[in-house]
DNA sequence: CTTGGTGCAAACATTTTGCAGCACA
DNA sequence: TGTGCTGCAAAATGTTTGCACCAAG
């Protein structure tokens, strides 16, 4: 059900690796200019969502999320994992990705990361992938129709050969 | 909130244009072929929703399918609409298509027309498409990874200009 | 004090399921 | 007479909201 099978997370003891660094600083940071410009404050509990979210550094899952989270010592609820979940995509840090059948997942979004998926039917893996092809090819369609492209979803579907 | 916000369907009066008879013969008989196969029933109720779900002719929520279907004389239970959309999901004449932040979606599926969307982020039109180089762009990208693509999903969002 | 944040539980919306009765072979 | 089908209502799921209390400026 969840991206890659439960494989272990990295451990929050750990020290975060050199290309960790440059994204959490940035990422924090945006959050916390987002909280602020509104009036509203990076709490400990917002921190360590935003946290965990890095470490799946991927999609995820509230539910996993949430399961995550509870490991930690800072009890955090489920209202405010859902609270936060919007602030974050408010910020622009994470953004929804829906599959079939299942509940929502969420996509850490590093500035203009890619957005294109690869999910293997067969494992459940999600991999991103760069399609810089369909920014000219949506372009183009919306050209057809006299619209702008603001945006698009492309995933793949593959199984295992 | 609805794909073409409450477009008028084509009344049930109307004898069906041409290309619909097309359409309409060939999956009444797919969905009659897979219900026997499993020794279901064609029944009135079935009839009736795969009869709603042709005249939608596109994308459709079950809100506005089980809508729909009020306005006509034989009155079906949302159980019923829910059961029978399982089925036809299972006979391949519709499949479920998702967006941000809302109820399902599902979308007429006849033989291998195009599964590619545009959708209208300020009017919340859904408009098919087709892209055929995603065909070959998927196939590459597995071909890269050593997998077999089976299916994609491509959305694009836009707006007027 | 005032503002915002939290947890909890209740509310919500959508979808699924259990069950009693119905219809047809 | 058994099998599947239906409607209804209850349950299940995922998400949001109302509220009382807490914390920091």
Chains 1, 2 share one sequence.
Not at 2 to 11: D, E, V, Y
Not at 50 to 66: A, M, N, P, Q
Not at 101 to 107: A, K, L, N, V
């Amino acid at each position: 059900m969840s991206p890659g099978s439960k494989q272990p997370l990295p451990s929050r003891d750990e020290p975060p690796a050199a290309e960790d660094l440059e994204i959490i600083e940035p990422l924090c940071s945006v959050f916390r200019r987002k909280l602020k410009s509104e009036g509203l404050k990076y709490t400990p509990e917002r921190a360590h969502i935003l946290d965990s979210v890095i470490r799946f550094d991927g999609i995820f899952e509230v539910e996993r999320l949430i399961e995550e989270l509870r490991k930690g010592p800072l009890r955090v609820s489920k209202a405010t994992v859902y609270r936060t979940i919007r602030l974050l995509q408010e910020a622009g840090i994470i953004q929804r990705v829906l599959f079939d059948q299942e509940q929502s997942h969420y996509q850490l979004v590093y500035g203009s990361k890619p957005s294109d998926l690869l999910i293997r039917v067969d494992t459940r893996q999600i991999i991103p992938i760069d399609v810089p092809e369909l920014v000219a090819i949506r372009a183009a369609l919306c050209e057809r129709l006299g619209l702008e492209a603001k945006g698009h979803r492309f995933q793949v579907f593959a199984i295992g050969r």
